[in-house]
C-alpha cells in the first residue's frame, strides 16, 4: 500500500503508529541534484525539458531513487497552463518566467480556450506521466499538480513584471478582467488536472503561492471560490482521488479556507504556527512545514527544526513531511539525506 494514501485514509485504510512518516518536497526535483543538472543540460531549456515526456520523466524519478521518498511529483510548472491557452511563455536564465501578460478585456482574445485533448502543452504532460507511473516503484504515490487560479492570473495579468503590488491594484481597477482570467484559468485547470488523473495521478495538488498578496475580502474572491469550484467539480468525477490545497500565505485564513474546500489534505507553509497546524490537524491530515532555509544550515540545527515538527504534528497518522516552500536549489545534498534519514527513523 502507499504510504501517502494510507494517511490520507484512502479507502479508510488505517495506519499503525508505529508506521513510518510518509515524506517528500516541494521541488524535489531540481536543480540541488547534479544528475539533474545533467539531464537540464541535454534538453537545452527549461521548457524543452517539461515537454519531452522521457526526460521529464526521468527526472521526476531521481529524486525517488536517490532519497527513497514516499511521492513522486511530475515534473512541470504551473504555467504551461497559461501557454496552452496561448500565452507566449519563455524561461530566461537568471530571469525566472517571462510570460505574455493580458492588461485589458480587449486583450482577452489572446486565450484560445480549446478542449484538453486538443492541447499539445497538456498531452505531453500527461504523457511524462504515463511513463512515470510505468516506472515508479508501485509503494510510492504519484502525485499530478496545478495552479490555482489566482496564482496563475497574477502572471497573466503581471507578465515579466510580475509582483504583489501591481497585480492586487488590478484587481481592485479591474475586477471585471480579473473575474474573467479567473473563470477561464479554473475551467481549464479543472481539465488539465482531469487529465493528469486519467494518465495515473494518484494525488493532485493545487498550488496557491501568492494567496498571501491578498485581503479576507479578495481572498473569498480569487481564492475561495475558484479553488473550491476546481475542488468541487474533480471530486464529482474523481471521488477517489486525494486532493492536496497548499494556500502559501494564507494566514489566519488557513481555517475557513479548510472549511470552505474541505481538501483531502492541507498543505502548511512554513509561517503557521505549530499550535495553529495542530488545531487544523484534528480536521484533516496536515502536509508541511519546514522552512526550506533550514536545510542550509548544520545538522545540529537541522535537527532541532525537525524535532519540534515531528513532536508536535507526528503523534498522529494525520501527517506528510515536507517543506513549507520549494527546497532551495542551494541545498545539501547531505542534508537531504540527514533529513529523510532522520524522520523515518523518528519514534512517534
Not at 518536497?25 to 540541488?32: E, K, T
Not at 509503494?139 to 499538480?145: A, Q, V
Not at 517543506?323 to 534519514?341: A, Q, R, W
Request: charged share 20%; proline share 6%; with cysteine.
Amino acid at each position: 500500500m502507499k504510504l501517502l494514501l494510507e494517511v490520507i485514509g484512502v479507502n479508510n485504510s488505517k495506519t499503525s503508529l508505529n508506521q513510518q512518516i510518509p515524506i517528500w518536497l516541494m521541488r524535489q526535483a531540481g536543480r540541488y541534484l547534479p544528475e539533474y543538472r545533467e539531464v537540464r543540460s541535454k534538453a537545452g531549456s527549461f521548457l524543452n525539458l517539461c515537454y519531452n515526456p522521457d526526460l521529464a520523466s526521468t527526472v521526476t524519478l531521481q529524486p525517488i531513487t536517490r532519497f527513497g521518498f514516499d511521492a513522486a511529483i511530475i515534473f512541470s510548472d504551473i504555467l504551461v497552463l497559461p501557454q496552452a491557452m496561448g500565452l507566449q511563455l519563455e524561461f530566461k536564465e537568471g530571469e525566472g518566467p517571462v510570460l505574455e501578460n493580458i492588461l485589458s478585456l480587449t486583450e482577452l482574445n489572446k486565450i484560445a480556450v480549446k478542449d484538453v485533448t486538443d492541447i499539445w502543452e497538456f498531452q505531453k504532460v500527461y504523457e511524462a506521466l504515463a511513463l512515470t507511473k510505468a516506472n515508479l516503484p508501485v509503494d510510492k504515490t504519484l502525485i499530478g499538480f496545478a495552479g490555482s487560479p489566482w496564482t496563475v492570473a497574477t502572471y497573466i495579468l503581471g507578465g515579466k513584471n510580475q509582483d504583489a503590488d501591481y497585480t492586487r491594484k488590478i484587481a481592485y481597477e479591474q475586477p471585471e478582467l480579473v473575474n474573467k482570467i479567473i473563470d477561464l484559468v479554473s475551467e481549464q485547470t479543472i481539465l488539465h488536472l482531469g487529465g493528469q488523473i486519467e494518465a495515473g495521478a494518484d494525488i493532485v495538488q493545487l498550488f496557491d503561492s501568492w494567496s498571501g498578496l491578498l485581503t479576507p475580502v479578495l481572498f473569498d474572491e480569487y481564492v475561495i471560490k475558484p479553488t473550491k469550484k476546481i475542488i468541487d467539480s474533480l471530486k464529482q468525477k474523481y471521488p477517489n482521488t486525494p486532493i492536496i490545497a497548499f494556500p502559501r500565505g494564507a494566514g489566519m485564513q488557513y481555517q475557513k479556507f479548510l472549511t470552505a474546500l474541505n481538501p483531502d489534505v492541507i498543505g502548511l507553509d512554513y509561517m503557521v504556527p505549530l499550535e495553529q497546524a495542530k488545531i487544523l490537524q484534528q480536521q484533516k491530515p496536515v502536509q508541511g512545514n519546514l522552512d526550506p532555509l533550514i536545510l542550509l544550515l548544520t545538522k545540529d540545527k537541522i535537527k532541532i527544526a525537525l524535532d519540534q515538527i515531528l513532536e508536535n504534528l507526528a503523534g498522529q497518522n494525520r501527517f506528510i513531511f515536507n517543506l513549507g516552500h520549494g527546497i532551495l536549489p542551494s541545498t545539501p545534498i547531505e542534508n537531504v539525506e540527514f533529513l529523510v534519514d532522520y524522520v523515518r527513523n523518528f519514534k512517534r
